[in-house]
């Protein structure tokens, strides 16, 4: 079994991107464009634990 891959370094780049406050307000469009088309609703059901998680979801 491999060992969990390290966390990224504080202050690297995914820290300054993904850390501003911005992503956090990208999140919910995020969510609604998954189910906005028909055919992307029925692949995110078929692939994805949006429906039954979908803080969880939008956290990973």
């Known amino acids: 079994m491999k060992p969990d891959p390290a966390p990224p370094p504080p202050g690297g780049i ?3 991107v993904a850390g501003d406050i911005r992503m956090f307000l990208m999140l919910p469009p995020a969510l609604a464009m998954q189910v906005a088309h028909p ?3 029925a692949g995110v059901d078929e692939h994805s634990v ?3 998680d979908p803080w969880g979801r939008g956290e990973r």
């Open 14 to 16: 995914l820290w300054s």
């Open 39 to 41: 055919a992307v609703g």
């Open 50 to 52: 949006f429906r039954t």
